[in-house]
């Protein structure tokens, strides 16, 4: 099941997702953009982070709490969000260090278009807090008592006539606790790419854009999951999948400040 977000606390090994934004690509008024905060323990992790992310996270009382920021690509989409995040981060008198996972062809424009907005890498240091910009990889990100956290290849740009001059990177992510798992596809171009991540009894969190939803729904079925969340969707079929979910209890549409539990 799921409940709406608030400021709820997380005891032992139990992992909470907040749909932080639902959206994609194509804006949407009132949705915000990709956008997921994953939270186990003392661990609060934001996949993506779109547009609308920081007023989201606000409403919530999370922006100081996030450790890390996981980027799967760097599409608008998936990104936008991240600046009114940091200038929120200042404001709100965050002192943590705050590591952000992008590819790594995107961390020098990045600090670039940081200084351009005022946000300077030195001022960030002495002034606010350390901003850590890490290249992401496969393999293990971040790995702790409560949670490990490892990237994969994502097929998302497979399609992409210049891949071999100029290849994109695309990962989907998956996060493991001492019992659960919980996979999130990022944007992909098949299913086949995720079906190593899934195993009997875990959590999927698939966008519905690229790929057609049924087929989701069909792999997780195949797989056993206990639960899939659709995101990132086409506007014109989500009656139909919110319709789909009424009657189906293994299945979930994915709404800004819903929670789940995976």
């Known amino acids: 099941g799921y409940r709406q977000g608030n400021n709820l606390r997380h005891w032992g090994f139990m992992g909470y997702l907040t749909t932080i934004g639902s959206g994609g690509g194509k804006a949407r008024r009132g949705v915000g953009g990709p956008a997921h905060l994953v939270e186990i323990g003392d661990n609060h992790i934001l996949l993506d982070c779109g547009e609308g992310a920081a007023g989201q996270l606000q409403h919530l009382n999370k922006i100081v709490e996030i450790s890390h920021v996981i980027f799967s690509h760097l599409h608008p989409d998936h990104i936008s969000g991240l600046f009114c995040l940091l200038q929120n981060s200042i404001g709100d008198k965050r002192t943590a260090p705050l590591e952000i996972f992008l590819p790594e062809e995107g961390i020098q424009p990045l600090w670039q278009f940081l200084d351009a907005i005022y946000l300077y890498r030195e001022k960030l240091r002495m002034d606010w807090f350390q901003l850590i910009l890490t ?77 057609q939803w049924m087929d989701i729904v069909a792999t997780a ?18 009656k139909e999948i919110e319709e789909f979910c009424l009657h189906n209890s293994d299945t979930f549409i994915a709404v800004d400040g819903k929670q789940f539990e995976w």
């Open 135 to 211: 290249p992401i990889h496969t393999g293990v990100l971040i790995e702790n008592k409560d949670i490990s956290i490892k990237a994969w290849n994502s097929d998302h740009f497979s399609q992409d006539m210049d891949k071999k001059k100029n290849p994109r990177p695309a990962y989907g992510i998956t996060v493991d606790s001492e019992t659960n798992r919980l996979i999130y596809t990022g944007d992909v171009s098949s299913v086949s790419c995720i079906e190593d991540q899934l195993q009997r009894n875990s959590s999927l969190l698939s966008e519905g854009f690229h790929v």
């Open 221 to 238: 079925r195949k797989h056993n999951l206990k639960k899939t969340i659709l995101t990132h969707l086409h506007s014109s079929e989500v």
